[in-house]
T-cell receptor, first 113, second 113 residues
């Protein structure tokens, strides 16, 4: 069984540009989560999809971040325009049920210059 | 005050040693508790869930004290391969944020020969 996959593994962009991160959850997992770890801080929740619906987006930092999960399969997280403080590692996780363990992808390491 | 607090360490122990990590959480509505392990530049992986009665998985023992809002992880007979960052993770009960995991900053463990 393939795990959670994220693309790209690394992204380096300039401030003001746009970047789109992609997450493919484990097949059959309705629940998909985005988390972020910025330098020196703990991993923090961004949002949670159940199928294609946003269940909880309380962790999204501001309206420069847009997450989508059209069709309830893969998800994208777009940052537009990127700012320096957006640098960090963005993790995606998925779970079959909300009570089930969350399985994490390797993360996308995002650097804003 | 952080929602989940851990001693960041680092803990440097010889092979075969016993080491204990502590964690406290501030939200009394927290219902589910976990220890995750994260290797350098890799994704967090679930090590074990933590139950009120305490639970053991091989060399690892987890304890939960709800009254004190305190979680612990004990590793016996440490192996070199145990070197990693150990993340204390909680999830609150109910509501739209039920899927959200809240992470501590992590405790770094290095086991040396």
């Amino acid at each position: 069984e393939a795990g959670v996959t994220q693309f790209p593994s690394h992204s380096v962009i300039e401030k003001g540009q746009t970047v789109t991160l992609r997450c493919d959850p484990i097949s059959g997992h309705d629940n998909l989560y985005w988390y972020r770890r910025v330098m020196g801080k703990e991993i923090k929740f961004l949002l949670h999809f159940v199928k294609e619906s946003k269940q909880d987006e309380s962790g999204m930092p501001n309206n420069r971040f847009l997450a989508e999960r059209t069709g309830g399969t893969y998800s994208t997280l777009k940052v537009q325009p990127a700012e320096l403080e957006d640098s960090g590692v963005y993790f995606c996780a998925s779970s079959q049920g909300i009570n089930q363990p969350q399985h994490f992808g390797d993360g996308t390491r995002l650097s804003i210059l | 005050r952080k929602e989940v607090e851990q001693d960041p360490g680092p803990f440097n122990v010889p092979e075969g040693a016993t080491v204990a990590f502590n964690c406290t959480y501030s939200n009394s509505a927290s219902q589910s508790f976990f220890w995750y392990r994260q290797d350098c530049r890799k994704e967090p992986k679930l090590l074990m869930s933590v139950y009120s009665s305490g639970n053991e998985d091989g060399r690892f023992t987890a304890q939960l004290n709800r009254a004190s809002q305190y979680i612990s992880l004990l590793i016996r007979d440490s192996k070199l391969s145990d070197s990693a960052t150990y993340l204390c993770v909680v999830r609150i009960a109910g509501g739209t944020s039920y899927g959200k995991l809240t992470f501590g900053q992590g405790t770094i463990l290095t086991v040396h020969p």
